[in-house]
Nanobody
Framework: EVQLVESGGGLVQAGGSLRLSCAAS????????IGWFRQAPGKEREGVSC????????YYENSVKGRFTISSDNAKNTVYLQMNSLKPEDTAVYYC?????????????????WGQGTQVTVSS
């Protein structure tokens, strides 16, 4: 059974940092791309970042470039999202998702497995 479990969310002041974790099980990590998404109240879900397990190639949405860093520990089947210089507009529920890796960056609709989400709240 495929499972993705996020953790690490919380309340932080603007300018602060959080590290989210996505623990994956039930599939071969190297064969998958793991993505982070977020959904703020009243807004559509948006992609934040993703990493391809096999070669570690990464993608970042423009608004988080230079502030967020995605990484993976393949031995632990865990993906991390280090979030620095947080802004109130980063407030959202953050989800991780998984899809079999290809050479292209997956769209949101291509992801097959999703975690339950973790709340990140950034106060001003």
């Amino acid at each position: 059974e495929v499972q993705l479990v996020e953790s690490g969310g919380g309340l932080v002041q603007a300018g602060g940092s959080l590290r989210l974790s996505c623990a994956a099980s039930g599939f071969t990590f190297d064969d998958y791309t793991i993505g982070w998404f977020r959904q703020a109240p009243g807004k559509e879900r948006e992609g934040v970042s993703c990493i391809r397990g096999r070669d570690g190639s990464t993608y970042y949405e423009n608004s988080v470039k230079g502030r967020f860093t995605i990484s993976s520990d393949n031995a632990k089947n865990t993906v991390y999202l280090q979030m620095n210089s947080l802004k109130p507009e980063d407030t959202a529920v953050y989800y991780c998702a998984a899809v079999v890796a290809t050479i292209s960056i997956p769209t949101e609709y291509e992801y097959d497995y999703w975690g339950q989400g973790t709340q990140v709240t950034v106060s001003s």
